[in-house]
């Protein structure tokens, strides 16, 4: 392992916590299903350590989130904390959007640097952090069976962390800081995210895609 990538410990906390906070929130706030005070701590949690443990489970190492008391610690305190945010305010979907954006951007740095840190080449170490950043999301949307939210047309979810986790290899690569290379590559992924969200940013729906056969019937048509 490169001991120039050693990821420190809280940065992985403030991931879990801003991830438990925004699982709880969007659960909380979710009509289609009746939670109680049990079940939105625990999609909290889940949502919290869903990247952490994707990421350690694709890197068969030991998963960081067992290893010390402080990753379940955080993310019960987040989770109440975020569901106690959700009952005081009535607009809260931009909050939720912003945790939401936050949570795959750190975990899309710090997957991709974890992996970097185990010597894996550049793209199965983008692909780790990306893996990395969409964990928590699609376990919480398994939890309340929920169309998963990464596969929606609109998401930009992969998009976003992708750009990210290019970001902190591409700024490594040029020699830059390890803290300095996250910061950037949360900034990116949270930017294009929130972009996305507020100005209808998407990718084609598979069904808009023309198929060889239409685009024949449209030449036709124009002739």
């Known amino acids: 392992m490169n001991s120039l990538f050693a990821i420190p410990a809280w940065m992985d906390l403030v991931a879990v916590g801003i991830g438990a906070a925004q699982g709880a929130m969007f659960s909380s706030r979710y009509r289609g299903a009746e939670l109680d005070l049990l079940g939105v701590s625990i999609i909290g949690i889940v949502s919290g350590f869903g990247g952490s443990i994707l990421r350690d489970l694709l890197l068969s190492t030991d998963i960081a989130a067992f290893q010390t008391n402080w990753y379940l ?4 305190i ?8 959700s009952s005081l305010l009535h607009r809260i979907e931009m909050v939720i959007n912003v945790f939401d954006a936050l949570t795959i951007g750190a975990f899309g740095a710090i ?5 970097l840190a185990h010597g894996l080449p550049v793209v199965p170490a983008l692909v780790i952090g990306v893996a990395a950043a969409v964990g928590g999301s699609i376990f919480r949307d398994m939890l309340l069976a929920l169309p998963i939210q990464l596969m929606q047309v609109g998401s930009l ?3 976003a962390a ?4 290019a970001t902190v290899i591409g700024m490594l690569a040029a020699g830059q800081d390890i803290t300095v290379a996250g910061i950037a590559g949360v900034a990116v992924t949270t930017t294009i995210r929130m972009l996305s969200v507020i100005l209808g940013w998407r990718l ?3 069904r808009e895609i023309p198929t060889v056969t239409s685009a024949i019937r449209t030449i036709r048509k124009r002739k």
């Open 73 to 76: 610690v955080t993310a019960v």
């Open 78 to 85: 987040c989770a109440m904390a975020g569901m106690l945010v």
């Open 111 to 115: 997957g991709t640097t974890k992996a």
């Open 157 to 159: 979810y992969a998009v």
């Open 162 to 165: 992708g750009f990210g986790s």
């Open 204 to 206: 084609p729906a598979a």
